[in-house]
């Protein structure tokens, strides 16, 4: 089992080097910056923000989707205390400085990204293409810029989707 824990690894490891130095330097790094300011708190307060003059309803299922969706992932940064991939490995190419205290698994703007996404599905299901198109880069950008392995950042979709059905029945239960 052990032989086949380090193999993954391996494998991992090989996956995030291709995408970090194929395009931390190029013209795309500056796009991947964008990408992650859409998984970022701030974003999802400004948006929640925007929601709550736009629509109540609106309002209600972003804030409770993204709220769960931070109580998971802090929860399970504390619970596995995964190192950053830009603290862990030495050839890592990145323009962005990580947070210094903060884990790697799962990610957080992936898991924000996704929430947000399905959530603006949801209301806005003529943009569908453009939210899911948005978290996946977000995801990808989080590679690229040297914080996260691709395991992360795959959890965090999944936590991301699941955070987003677990405020909806949440709210069905409440409201």
């Known amino acids: 089992m052990n032989n086949f824990v380090c193999y993954l690894k391996k494998k991992e490891e090989l996956l995030f080097f291709l995408l970090n130095r194929t395009l931390v330097y190029s013209p795309l790094a500056v796009v991947m910056h964008i990408f992650t300011f859409f998984g970022s708190a701030a974003f999802a307060v400004?948006?929640?923000l925007?929601?709550?003059?736009f629509s109540f309803d609106f309002f209600l299922y972003l804030a409770s989707a993204v709220i769960v969706c931070q109580i998971i992932v802090q929860t399970l940064k504390r619970i596995f205390t995964r190192q950053r991939p830009c603290h862990a490995l030495t050839e890592v190419l990145f323009?962005?400085?990580?947070p210094l205290n903060s884990y790697s698994f799962p990610s957080?703007?992936?898991s924000t990204a996704f929430s947000i996404a399905l959530t603006c599905m949801i209301f806005f299901p003529a943009f569908t293409?453009?939210?899911y198109l948005t978290a996946v880069?977000?995801?990808i950008s989080r590679i690229v810029l040297g914080v996260h392995y691709p395991t992360d950042v795959v959890i965090g979709a999944v936590l991301g989707f699941f955070s987003?059905?677990?405020s909806v029945i949440l709210l069905s239960m409440i409201l």
């Open 137 to 139: 880069f977000v995801g």
């Open 95 to 98: 323009k962005k400085s990580p």
């Open 129 to 131: 293409w453009l939210f």
């Open 164 to 166: 987003h059905v677990l």
């Open 46 to 48: 400004g948006l929640c």
């Open 108 to 110: 957080g703007h992936t």
């Open 50 to 53: 925007f929601a709550l003059f």
